[in-house]
Nanobody
Framework: QVQLVESGGGLVQPGGSLRLSCAAS????????MGWYRQAPGNQRELVAR???????NYSDSVKGRFTISRDNAKKTMYLQMNSLKPEDTAVYYC??????????????WGQGTQVTVSS
């Protein structure tokens, strides 16, 4: 069974930093694009950053210049380095992956989410 597990969330002061991790495990043939999404109460889930299997990245305008997405394909792990955090970054952050458990079958997988709270 494929699992995506996020870690690294927590409480941080404005201007602080956190690093989120998303580890994939289980039967995995290939992981294509991966991304970080976030959802605040009452809001829709929004894309924060995305990274292809080759390392091409995209960022939401709201986090550009502050967040850095990366991945280690050998470790099947994706990261989100978050610097200069703002209160409006407060949300549950979710890991997403276009993942193929075996050749010919790929689908979106989601992690359980990790809470990030930016507050003084």
């Amino acid at each position: 069974q494929v699992q995506l597990v996020e870690s690294g969330g927590g409480l941080v002061q404005p201007g602080g930093s956190l690093r989120l991790s998303c580890a994939a495990s289980g039967s995995i043939f290939r992981i294509n694009a991966m991304g970080w999404y976030r959802q605040a109460p009452g809001n829709q889930r929004e894309l924060v950053a995305r990274i292809t299997s080759r390392g091409i990245t995209n960022y939401s305008d709201s986090v550009k210049g502050r967040f850095t997405i990366s991945r280690d394909n050998a470790k099947k792990t994706m990261y989100l380095q978050m610097n200069s955090l703002k209160p409006e970054d407060t949300a549950v952050y979710y890991c997403n992956a276009d993942l193929c458990p075996y050749l010919g079958y790929c689908k979106d997988y989601w992690g359980q989410g990790t809470q990030v709270t930016v507050s003084s």
